[in-house]
Antibody, heavy 120, light 105 residues
Framework: EVQLVESGGGLVQPGRSLRLSCAASGFTFDDYAMHWVRQAPGKGLEWVSGISWNSGSIGYADSVKGRFTISRDNAKNSLYLQMNSLRAEDTALYYC?????????????WGQGTLVTVSS | EIVMTQSPATLSVSPGERATLSCRASQSVSSNLAWYQQKPGQAPRLLIYGASTRATGIPARFSGSGSGTEFTLTISSLQSEDFAVYYCQQYNNWTFGQGTKVEIK
């Protein structure tokens, strides 16, 4: 059974940093692209960042480019999102999602999310 | 950036009726289009990918069509568990539509 478990969310002040983690199991992690998607309270889904199986291809939404860094550790079956210079508008539930073996593909499994609240 | 526009924002449908949801891309995405269902308090679930292929375990009452810039998700006979928010997503660079809420009429 595929499982994605996010952690690392919490309350943080504007301008500070936070690192999210996603622990994956139930599939061959290093065969698949992985993504972060967020959802602000009461709002829709926003793709944040994605990384190919070997970290050779990485992308970011314009809204987070230069502030967020995605990475993965295939030996630990883990995905990460380093979030710097956080803003109030980064407040959201952050989902980890499993992509395709091709770097371009839909998201067939999602975690339950970790909540990030940016507020003073 | 490819902008995805869904219509309508809200669709009121009676159980057993057909629901038709639309999604338009600002430029061609070929068939690189997925549909997701999200219920309150839950993560999204993949319904359709490749514009028309049902994901594993998705009932046959869900069908997708279209290519290029115009796409449709059809739920042939709405069941109580189908009332939810539906998102389209193009996966050339993964942008989502704003969602269509399907509510009970």
């Amino acid at each position: 059974e595929v499982q994605l478990v996010e952690s690392g969310g919490g309350l943080v002040q504007p301008g500070r940093s936070l690192r999210l983690s996603c622990a994956a199991s139930g599939f061959t992690f290093d065969d698949y692209a992985m993504h972060w998607v967020r959802q602000a309270p009461g709002k829709g889904l926003e793709w944040v960042s994605g990384i190919s199986w070997n970290s050779g291809s990485i992308g970011y939404a314009d809204s987070v480019k230069g502030r967020f860094t995605i990475s993965r550790d295939n030996a630990k079956n883990s995905l990460y999102l380093q979030m710097n210079s956080l803003r109030a508008e980064d407040t959201a539930l952050y989902y980890c999602a499993k992509g395709d073996q091709d770097s371009s593909g839909p998201f067939d499994y999602w975690g339950q999310g970790t909540l990030v609240t940016v507020s003073s | 950036e490819i902008v995805m526009t869904q219509s309508p924002a809200t669709l009121s449908v009676s159980p057993g009726e057909r629901a038709t949801l639309s999604c338009r891309a600002s430029q061609s995405v070929s068939s690189n289009l997925a549909w997701y269902q999200q219920k309150p308090g839950q993560a999204p679930r993949l319904l359709i990918y490749g514009a028309s292929t049902r994901a594993t375990g998705i009932p046959a009452r869900f069908s997708g069509s279209g290519s290029g810039t115009e796409f449709t998700l059809t739920i042939s006979s709405l069941q109580s568990e189908d009332f939810a928010v539906y998102y389209c997503q193009q996966y050339n660079n993964w942008t989502f539509g704003q969602g269509t809420k399907v509510e009970i009429k």
